[in-house]
């Protein structure tokens, strides 16, 4: 009996073809992507009509012509006479330049800010939460305008700079002090801290298994910092410490020689860090705060130092709820460089937009600055993941 | 025994001066150990120093009236510039006799915000609040509507279909079929005037000046570029955040393609693509407003971050509520619309209204592309040769009201999820 019934409905779920769930889904998916490729298409043969029309070049042959525009701030050699690829290239380093600092130095603000929030002081926990709302409720455009104008116009002019010592010059073209001349021996300085770093990284594996091993503790932090900076110290002291140094001085209208810190670039920076500071120091705080307080008092049972409580058990419990919102906001940190163009720093939207201006070629170009942006915006991602995956708690 | 119980009157002794009150309190919260108390020293002697140096600036040898900048030099801050160019900043370049329309815009959209913000509101009442709030907020700015047919053709034939799909196998027939004869008339009829048949009609009401979108300025523009920008994208955010659930794989690709597009590039390249590359999209002889222009580039930047949010609110539900609902025979669409999206969207208000927060901040960004937005017509203010050289005042006064706007908005946020919770809190 109950066979029957049961083959009986296995035969009534043979049902009408315009009835099946798998076909229905597959004609509904066919028709979305028709539509779709047919919006594509009609735009695209808009576009190719209108290009016609208007007799604008297409393709990436441009990159190879000159650019013939100045960029203010370049890391490597550039002038007018470079290709646009060149003048792109300079911008994504400038992008890269500010959005790594910015990340660096706003993770160490924001945590500072976060940490300020939960202090048992009154006052130093107020001042940090009336920091956070006055930061993230005001548009990082206008504070980026308002730095930007009051390093232009509260700063003094070149001849009246701010003078320390005869060597750091502050006046309203930027920060100018002395750097050591270019020498052969940088360069072998940069390989010795590559390898200091490399010798750090595999001592800090080493102490750590033998204290797995045998519990022996060995202070990695310090054995760390001397490779990393006395390595690079050793090859300049064999190279024999070279010390002839490019000073600052005033010429004209401004400053020669030695090395700058561009107001753009100041103020894009300390915007993008107050801006985003505010953000990091809410996502440190909920982290520490969603910590059981059983956890502290675990540690300390178990005869921990407060140090040890905070580096050991704390912070890599805290890391797991902070790194992903965390990865967002390096992301956005990234993503808000490119307001750069409305304070005139030249970064990669910058070149860019003056590219479009000068050759008109738009698809190209706005192509250009959405592949190099998903690039920067997976790869940090990417590595972020990576990390999270690394610290995420081990389940069964 | 006797001697155990004490008997007679026991005089009280007050707690320690040192425990209670503002000495208390202060000993507790300001210097409860020596670090403690440098750091609050150190705090007060700088916050100290720089509130009297900003009230010095701020307030007291500050400019409240002068006929022009030069008469403010030499002294604090000169907030003359902000009385001489309030309605400016406000309002931009709308004709200044007719300032009070964009100011009644402004009332009209603050009005339809603050009245969605009340729960008692949350019900189809707020439909008909934001479409004649809509309607009063564009007559104002406009001054002259005009509605094409098609706007009403395709109105009835989306509703029509709602209807049809989400009433379907439970409504009478009757409705069923009122239903199903106003998505005909909407889809016949936008057939027929694609085709050419019905002509052009449109229904103008024109009750004052037509004022072009290019002069519109300021306020209005920032709320109107951050209000009607989400308003747009949340529809077709639902719809991207249920494309990236759905097991379809080619829908399921299209959407996560999409969502992780927009969101791995920075609104300005959106927003320099819809100035530049729009036009070149569309056929010949099709010009597309500036206004209009950067309103699709935040539309379809929100809707991704939309569509995530709402894929979040999507991934809280348990399974069971989508077990249920397909026990029941519910098809997709009632599914979807009656059990599942009522209870994700519960979830997800707090963080919506966060990105509108992050949106009405953003809206700013327009700027480059030469909309006059509030941080725009701030900019302009100071151009004037007249009153040049007090950018600080101006920046001020701008993250002001910036600062009203998003700190109430971020408050209302925290009281929601709080208030939100109730149920689901022990």
């Known amino acids: 009996m109950a066979v029957e019934t049961l083959g009986s409905a296995s035969r009534s779920t043979k049902v009408a073809p315009w009835n099946d769930p798998a076909i229905r889904g597959w004609v509904f998916q066919i028709v979305v992507v028709g539509l779709v490729g047919a919006l594509a298409y009609f735009l695209v043969s808009n576009t190719v009509e209108n290009l016609a029309r208007q007799k604008i070049a297409s393709g990436f042959h441009y990159l190879d012509r000159e650019a013939g525009f100045e960029i203010g701030d370049t890391m490597i050699a550039y002038s007018p006479a470079s290709t646009y690829a060149r003048a792109m290239f300079v911008g994504l380093l400038n992008t890269l330049r500010v959005a790594v600092a910015g990340i660096v130095l706003a993770t160490i603000l924001g945590t500072l800010l976060g940490v300020g929030r939960l202090s048992p002081n009154w006052l130093l926990s107020k001042i940090c939460e009336y920091y956070v709302e006055i930061f993230r409720n005001v548009p990082l455009l206008l504070w980026l305008f308002l730095i930007y104008k009051m390093i232009s116009e509260s700063l003094p002019g070149p001849r009246q700079a701010v003078n320390v010592l005869n060597s750091f010059f502050l006046s309203n073209r930027g920060l100018y002090f002395p750097i050591p001349l270019a020498n052969p021996i940088h360069q072998w300085m940069g390989i010795g801290l590559l390898v200091g770093i490399a010798a750090a990284f595999f001592t800090a594996r080493w102490a750590k298994r033998r204290q797995e091993a045998t519990g022996q503790p060995f202070p990695t932090i310090y054995a760390s910092i001397a490779l990393v900076l006395g390595i690079p110290a050793l090859v300049w002291v064999a190279g ?48 520490i705060l969603a910590l059981n307080k059983g956890q502290t008092e675990a540690a300390s049972a178990i005869g921990l130092s407060r140090g040890q409580v905070m580096r050991l058990v704390l912070l890599p419990q805290a890391m797991r709820i902070i790194v992903p919102p965390m990865t967002s906001q390096y992301l956005n940190i990234t993503k808000n460089s490119s307001l750069a163009i409305a304070i005139g720093y030249p970064d990669l939207v910058a070149s860019v937009n003056v590219t ?34 690394r610290i995420a708690l081990t389940e069964r | 025994m006797t001697d155990v119980v004490p008997t007679g009157e026991r005089r009280q002794l007050a707690p320690p001066v040192l425990d209670t009150g503002v000495m208390g309190w202060m000993r507790k919260n300001l210097f409860s150990s020596w670090a403690n108390g440098i750091t609050t020293v150190v705090l007060l002697v700088a916050i100290g120093w720089m509130l009297s140096w900003f009230l010095e600036w701020a307030l007291f040898t500050a400019t409240f009236t ?65 479409a004649i709030g809509s309607f009063i907020t564009f007559l104002l700015m406009f001054g002259v509507l005009s509605f094409p047919i098609s706007l009403f053709l395709t109105i009835a034939a989306v509703v029509g279909g709602i209807g049809m799909s989400v009433r379907g196998a439970i409504a009478e027939p009757v409705e069923l079929n009122a239903w199903r004869a106003l998505a005909a008339i909407g889809v016949i009829g936008l057939i027929l005037r694609i085709a050419g048949v019905m002509p052009a009609w449109s229904l103008t009401i024109a009750a004052f000046d037509y004022v072009e979108t290019g002069m519109w300025g300021g306020l209005p523009v920032t709320i109107i570029l951050a209000t009607y920008g989400l308003v747009f994208a949340f529809p077709y955010g639902v719809l991207l955040a249920l494309g990236r659930r759905s097991k379809l794989p080619l829908i399921k690709g299209l959407c996560v393609g999409f969502i992780e597009l927009i969101r791995g590039v920075p609104l300005i390249s959106l927003l ?25 580039a935040v539309i379809l930047f929100a809707g991704a971050y939309i569509a995530e949010i709402i894929r979040g609110g999507l991934q809280s539900l348990p399974k069971g509520q989508f077990e249920a609902a397909d026990a029941m025979a519910l098809s997709y669409p009632q599914k979807t619309i009656l059990i599942i999206l009522p209870q994700a969207l519960r979830v997800v208000i707090p963080p919506l209204i966060n990105t509108f927060i992050g949106f009405f901040k953003d809206t700013s960004l327009v700027l480059i592309i030469g909309i006059f937005d509030f941080l725009n017509t701030a900019n302009q203010a100071l151009v004037d040769p007249n009153w040049a050289g007090f950018p600080a005042e101006v920046y001020l006064f701008a993250a002001f009201v910036y600062f009203c706007f998003c700190f109430s908005m971020s408050r209302y946020s925290k009281y929601l999820e709080v208030e939100l919770n109730k149920g689901t809190r022990r």
């Open chain 1, 356 to 389: 479009i201006n000068q050759t008109g070629q738009a698809i190209e170009n706005v192509l250009i600055i959405m592949a190099a942006y998903l690039t920067v915006s997976l790869s940090i991602s990417a590595f972020m993941n990576y990390y999270n995956k």
């Open chain 2, 272 to 296: 320099i693509m819809a100035s530049v590359m729009l036009p070149l999209f569309l056929p010949q002889g099709t010009s597309i407003d500036k206004f209009l222009r950067a309103l699709v």
């Open chain 1, 240 to 287: 024999g410490a070279p010390v002839a140094t490019s000073w600052p001085e005033l010429k004209g209208f401004n400053f020669v020689g030695g090395m700058v810190i561009q107001p753009e670039f100041t103020a894009l920076l300390v915007g993008l860090v107050l801006y985003t500071s505010a953000f990091v120091a809410e996502i440190v705080r909920s982290g």
């Open chain 2, 66 to 130: 002068a006929p022009n900048g030069q008469a403010c030099r030499g002294h604090g801050a000169c907030w003359a510039l902000i009385h001489e160019k309030y309605r400016y900043i406000f309002f931009g370049s709308f004709p200044y006799a007719q300032h009070w329309r964009p100011l009644l815009a402004v009332v009209t959209m603050l009005a339809m915000l603050v009245s969605s913000a009340d729960r008692r509101m949350w019900n189809s009442r707020l439909i008909w609040i934001w």
